[in-house]
């Protein structure tokens, strides 16, 4: 067999890696989807043919690997070969995506649990309190954002002039900032997140901010996805009180 990785960029597997992923039971958030568009893509060629494709971030972490259905039986020998190319040292894997997963498995020194991934229950986004609203966040908001979160919303610029940066307001001050980052990967899919201001914090600003978060996907008609670290039990809290449920993991496999 002539197994060959041969490195593209982006748009040469675009549209491979659009279909996997539309294909896959549940989407996953921005954080993700970063370290896939910044890695290093290659066509997987078997005897001159495209079988597949793959991503390495970094030189070192393998962040895609899909073959096509007539090239599946070969799925151990080509992963364990792309395992020893670049400085390859860890995979990480969403567990919604169950052929990478199993094997990205098969032969692991280390496993740790990353983020949960999160989607909307819809009967279960709780309503609104009175007094609060949502609203987009203007060039004026930049520095009080900055303030109250420091980088967590870099590029506050970008954002902004996108639609995608809000003000959570309560009786009309200042009270939060929410994000509605919309996927380059998915159709149709955002990543939501939030931050309470110091002062307005264990009040409710976080539940209110991703349930007003999910309604205004929903008038967008994009599908709400978000995402956070696998021990950060706080935000945990706030998602499933806004009415979403975690599916999918991310797992750090270590070789």
């Known amino acids: 067999m002539d197994l060959r990785f041969v490195q593209t960029d982006f748009a040469g597997i675009e549209p491979e890696v659009r279909a996997h992923l539309a294909a896959l039971p549940t989407a996953t958030d921005s954080f993700h989807e970063h370290h896939v568009l910044t890695a290093t893509h290659y066509r997987i060629m078997v005897d001159g043919e495209v079988a597949g494709f793959a991503a390495i971030h ?8 899909s073959l096509a259905t007539d090239y599946r039986y070969l799925g151990q020998q080509v992963f364990a070969r792309l ?6 040292r860890a995979a990480l894997v969403p567990t919604n995506d169950e052929f990478f997963v199993a094997h990205a498995l098969d032969d692991y020194r280390d496993l740790s649990k990353q983020a949960c991934f999160f989607a ?12 609060f609203r949502l609203r987009e966040a203007t060039t004026e908001d930049i520095a009080l954002i900055r303030k109250e979160t420091g980088e967590d919303f870099e590029p ?6 996108n639609g995608e940066l809000f003000i959570t307001e309560r009786e ?7 994000i509605m980052d919309v996927s380059e990967l998915y159709e149709r899919v955002a990543s939501i997140g939030m931050a309470t201001f110091a002062n307005h914090r264990n009040q409710g600003v976080g539940t209110a901010t991703i349930a007003m978060l999910i309604g205004e996907c929903g008038r967008r008609d994009l599908r709400p996805v978000a995402g956070c670290w696998y021990y950060n ?3 945990k809290r706030t998602l499933e009180k806004a009415g ?12």
């Open 58 to 65: 970094a030189h070192e972490v393998i962040t895609q690997f």
């Open 83 to 88: 395992r020893r190319f670049e400085h390859v």
């Open 120 to 131: 909307v229950a819809e009967s279960r986004v709780p309503p609104i309190p009175a007094g």
């Open 156 to 161: 506050v610029e970008e954002f902004i002039a």
């Open 172 to 178: 009309g001050q200042p009270v939060g900032v929410g």
């Open 233 to 235: 039990h706080a935000s």
């Open 244 to 255: 979403m449920y975690s599916p999918t993991r991310y797992l750090r496999v270590e070789y």
